[in-house]
């Protein structure tokens, strides 16, 4: 079965700092993998995807995560945190079949940026 | 193109009344997935919806149907509303039922039982 963890719920950084959130899948086959960031009270808005072409993925904001197999790991990184960078992150992988399909998500990182 | 809407913004029910909640895909979507965010937590499947029918389910009660109509809006209904049951309601759309990888989500119903 498919699973995501997401190792930290809490990250903060200081303005201008590296971002790094940490995520970690389970599959048993090759999976699609997201972020998902949402800014309080507000719904879902995707950040990047890997659906199995490159493995490192850009996305928007200055995001970018990197698909390593041998670590089942899909971890979000950006070089420099700006403080609308301030929200929740969700890490999460595809569940599909033919007919059907859902979304598995982790539990969630807050990220803080420290002025 | 308005993407995702989601009806109403925001909910307050008494504890054993029923509640209704209603999703318009965005354009080009034909397939609609709904999700429950409790507070803190990730969001977790409830069911997805395509050519009317529901074709996938999470671990949810029975208390929670939903309905998909001819022009691929869904409602979401639960049942004897539990103090539980407060939660961030979000709806996803896609065009093909079996992937997610171009899912889209609405700004969410924000429920509260009391």
């Known amino acids: 079965a498919q699973s995501v963890t997401q190792l930290g719920s809490h990250v903060s950084v200081s303005e201008g700092a590296l971002v790094l959130l940490r995520c970690n899948y389970s599959?048993?086959?090759?999976?699609?993998l997201f972020w998902y960031v949402q800014y309080p009270n507000q719904g879902l808005q995707l950040l990047l995807k890997y659906t199995s072409a490159a493995t490192l993925v850009k996305g928007i904001n200055g995001f970018e995560a990197e698909f390593k197999k041998s670590e089942t790991s899909f971890h979000l990184t950006k070089p420099s945190a700006h403080m609308s960078d301030a929200a929740e992150y969700f890490c999460?992988?595809?569940?599909?079949?033919?007919?059907?399909?859902?979304?598995?998500f982790g539990s969630g990182t807050r990220l803080s940026i420290r002025p | 193109d308005a993407g995702v809407t989601q009806s109403p913004t925001h909910l307050i029910k008494t504890r054993g009344q029923q509640v209704t909640l209603r999703c318009s895909p965005k354009?080009?979507?034909?397939?609609v997935s709904w999700y429950q965010q409790a507070l803190g937590q990730g969001p977790q499947f409830i069911f997805q919806?395509?050519?009317?029918?529901?074709?996938q389910r999470g671990n949810f009660p029975d208390r929670f149907s939903g309905h998909q109509f001819p022009n691929y809006s869904s409602e979401l209904n639960v049942n004897a509303l539990w103090l539980g049951d407060s939660a961030l309601y979000l709806c996803?759309?896609?065009?093909?039922?079996?992937?997610?990888?171009?899912?889209?989500f609405g700004q969410g119903t924000r429920l509260t039982v009391v």
């Open positions: 996803a759309s896609s065009s093909i039922p079996g992937q997610t990888t171009e899912a889209f």
């Open positions: 354009s080009g979507h034909d397939t």
């Open positions: 919806y395509y050519e009317e029918e529901e074709r």
């Open positions: 599959s048993s086959v090759p999976p699609y």
């Open positions: 999460a992988v595809s569940v599909a079949d033919s007919s059907a399909s859902k979304i598995i």
